[in-house]
T-cell receptor, first 113, second 110 residues
Framework: AAGVIQSPRHLIKEKRETATLKCYPI?????VYWYQQGPGQDPQFLIS???????DKGSIPDRFSAQQFSDYHSELNMSSLELGDSALYFC????????????FGQGTRLTVV | QKEVEQNSGPLSVPEGAIASLNCTYS??????FFWYRQYSGKSPELIMF??SNGDKEDGRFTAQLNKASQYVSLLIRDSQPSDSATYLC??????????WGAGTKLIIKP
């Protein structure tokens, strides 16, 4: 079965650079969530989209932005990267029928040097 | 403040025994609950989800939900060393946002 696909899997950037992470949800899923997980920490919710509109916002820094496109894939844009942005970034998708079951991608490991 | 709380552990269980993981939540509006297993450096993997009060069994896993007491638990029967991981509990609210616990580290000792 198709799963949530994230790209790239690994990314190394220098401070003050920009990065774009991509998430391709499971086919027919209309909701995408972004999470940030620092070393030894639980995932922190960043932002979510439902039907291409932002549905909720968590602890996403102002330097980050995200959007969901017409094909339901989502991109997380990160600017002015800081060392503290080094983390695993997970994307999850769900289909809002009968509950809030979400399926996660493999994550993108971002390292800022 | 919506919260989901878990004991961080580590919880050490002998191989073959029953591992019991617990989670409490503060938001009475939470409608669904999920247990995810996460191996180090990997993304969380959904194990069980439960919406209704009572027990839900799937193989060696049983999820239990008690909405009156606002807790949800996960039982793992016949624990295996491969079950050693961090188990994350999450509650889903009416806006489809998952509220995460910090996770419980489970260690199955051979």
């Amino acid at each position: 079965a198709a799963g949530v696909i994230q790209s790239p899997r690994h990314l190394i950037k220098e401070k003050r650079e920009t990065a774009t992470l991509k998430c391709y949800p499971i086919p027919r899923h209309d909701t995408v969530y972004w999470y940030q997980q620092g070393p030894g920490q639980d995932p922190q919710f960043l932002i979510s989209f439902y039907e291409k509109m932002q549905s909720d916002k968590g602890s996403i820094p102002d330097r980050f932005s995200a959007q969901q496109f017409s094909d339901y894939h989502s991109e997380l844009n990160m600017s002015s990267l800081e060392l503290g942005d080094s983390a695993l970034y997970f994307c999850a998708s769900s289909l809002e029928v009968g509950g809030t079951e979400a399926f996660f991608g493999q994550g993108t490991r971002l390292t800022v040097v | 403040q919506k919260e989901v709380e878990q004991n961080s552990g580590p919880l050490s269980v002998p191989e073959g025994a029953i591992a019991s993981l617990n989670c409490t939540y503060s938001d009475r509006g939470s409608q669904s609950f999920f247990w995810y297993r996460q191996y180090s450096g990997k993304s969380p993997e959904l194990i069980m989800f439960i919406y209704s009060n009572g027990d839900k069994e799937d193989g060696r896993f049983t999820a239990q939900l008690n909405k009156a007491s606002q807790y949800v638990s996960l039982l793992i029967r016949d624990s295996q060393p491969s079950d050693s991981a961090t188990y994350l509990c999450a509650g889903g609210d009416s806006n489809y946002q998952l509220i995460w616990g910090a996770g419980t580290k489970l260690i199955i000792k051979p």
